[in-house]
């Protein structure tokens, strides 16, 4: 199945899923950062690997000079410094589990805290929002009241100048009707 000239697979357009992608601290943490506080966490570990390199380095001379019995013993050395390591490492991870847990509880909350100040943020600007929405609706009305006034103060004056308000038609049905009843009264 060929594609189009200028199209993507629409697979390599998504990224590949990470479980490194909801852990903020993954991406803000640098390699060099990361090293140090993990040599401060565990110390004899990177010691342990240095002697081990240091006893393969000893072997490979005793080697090459041809004595045999320095090559052993640094082979054995070797094996010491993978064990201490090793043993190190066992160590360091019941002896820091309290540690990583309360990290992990720290980061925990640290989380929780960032969701409560971005929930806040977000309320605070639907209360802005609403406020400003509040305050068009308000002017609107305002506009609009202030519309029909002038409209009706126009329409007044058009009425004024046909024949007469509402007062001077109220005056004149007033009138009619005295008229009306002073001819009821002169029949009678």
């Given at each position: 199945?060929?594609?189009?000239?200028?199209?993507?697979?629409?697979?390599?357009?998504?990224?590949?899923?990470?479980?490194?992608?909801?852990?903020?601290?993954?991406?803000?943490?640098?390699?060099?950062?990361?090293?140090?506080?993990?040599?401060?966490?565990?110390?004899?570990?990177?010691?342990?690997?240095?002697?081990?390199?240091?006893?393969?380095?000893?072997?490979?001379?005793?080697?090459?000079?041809?004595?045999?019995?320095?090559?052993?013993?640094?082979?054995?050395m070797?094996?010491?410094?993978?064990?201490?390591?090793?043993?190190?490492?066992?160590?360091?991870?019941?002896?820091?589990?309290?540690?990583?847990?309360?990290?992990?509880?720290?980061?925990?909350?640290?989380k929780?805290?960032?969701?409560i100040?971005?929930?806040?943020?977000?309320?605070?600007?639907l209360?802005?929002?609403?406020?400003?929405?509040?305050?068009?609706?308000?002017?609107?009305?305002?506009?609009?009241?202030?519309?029909?006034?002038?409209?009706?103060?126009a329409?007044?004056?058009?009425?004024?100048?046909?024949?007469?308000?509402?007062?001077?038609?109220?005056?004149?049905?007033?009138?009619?009707?005295?008229?009306?009843e002073g001819?009821?009264?002169?029949?009678?």
């Open positions: 199945m060929s594609q189009p000239p200028g199209s993507q697979n629409p697979l390599s357009v998504k990224e590949v899923p990470s479980s490194f992608a909801d852990n903020q601290a993954y991406f803000d943490e640098s390699r060099w950062t990361k090293f140090t506080r993990r040599l401060k966490e565990e110390p004899l570990i990177p010691l342990g690997c240095a002697a081990t390199c240091w006893a393969l380095w000893g072997a490979t001379n005793s080697i090459r000079s041809g004595d045999s019995y320095g090559a052993q013993k640094m082979f054995r070797r094996l010491y410094a993978q064990f201490f390591t090793i043993v190190a490492m066992v160590a360091g991870s019941f002896y820091y589990n309290s540690d990583r847990i309360l990290r992990k509880e720290y980061d925990e909350i640290a929780e805290r960032k969701a100040e971005k929930r806040n943020a977000w309320i605070r600007e209360e802005a929002r609403d406020k400003e929405e509040k305050d068009w609706r308000e002017k609107i009305k305002e506009v609009t009241q202030k519309r029909k006034e002038e409209e009706d103060v329409r007044a004056k058009e009425e004024a100048k046909k024949g007469g308000g509402v007062v001077t038609k109220a005056v004149k049905g007033l009138k009619e009707k005295l008229v009306k001819e009821g009264e002169g029949k009678s």
